[in-house]
């Protein structure tokens, strides 16, 4: 059964940086598109950033020039460079598979999720 693993979180201070990474395990990796979220209430998340299957990227208003979203399909792994991170960032992050290739800002376009890190910053 595919899976995905976040890995790359962490503590760290305001200013940091942190990257981000989910790997995945299904044979079909590179015809997805993948996404980042991040939880903002309890049963609440929020699109960070996605990349298409042939590269190009969407990004949150919020995160754009921040955050930059990539993908390596050799190795099956897609990354989320974050940087000057502030203690707003803090929170759970997310990779998840969009198999469609659609609407890729909701959760209702994404089909298989990862556990999730923690990314904690402080001030």
């Known amino acids: 059964q595919a899976h995905l693993v976040e890995s790359g979180g962490g503590s760290v201070q305001a200013g940091d940086s942190l990257r981000l990474s989910c790997a995945a395990s299904?044979?079909?990796?590179?015809?997805?598109?993948m996404g980042w979220f991040r939880q903002v209430e309890e049963k609440e998340f929020e699109f960070v950033a996605a990349i298409r299957r042939g590269g190009s990227t969407i990004y949150a208003d919020s995160v754009k020039g921040r955050f930059t979203v990539s993908r390596d399909n050799a190795k099956k792994t897609v990354y989320l460079q974050m940087n000057n991170l502030t203690p707003a960032h803090t929170t759970v992050y997310y990779c998840a598979e969009n198999w469609a290739g659609l609407c890729y800002m909701r959760m209702e376009g994404y089909n298989y999720w990862g556990q999730g890190t923690q990314v904690t910053v402080s001030s």
């Open positions: 299904g044979r079909s990796f590179s015809t997805y598109a």
